[in-house]
């Protein structure tokens, strides 16, 4: 699986420049290896995926559900 590609990196960018108020939350909760001295990553990508936040140390991906999972896709 490939991580972090350079097809998603756009996505990934904007992403991290417009979270959502619930993503911003807990990355303030996260950022600076706050998490029992853990490093956490924002927007990492898996293949065609992007994962809201990412601990490469203990391979746990963190996906915050949000009201955009309820939008109607065209």
């Known amino acids: 699986m490939k991580r972090n590609p350079k097809k ?3 996505q990934r960018r904007y992403l ?3 979270m959502t108020k619930w993503e911003i939350c807990l990355w ?10 853990f490093k956490v990553r924002r927007q990492y990508g898996f293949d065609n995926y992007v994962v809201d936040f990412y601990c490469p ?3 746990l991906a963190i996906e915050v559900d949000g009201d955009v999972h ?3 896709r065209k």
């Open 8 to 10: 998603t990196k756009k």
């Open 16 to 18: 991290r420049n417009n």
């Open 28 to 37: 303030n909760d996260l950022k600076g290896r706050k998490m029992y001295g």
């Open 57 to 59: 140390e203990l391979k």
């Open 70 to 72: 309820y939008l109607r």
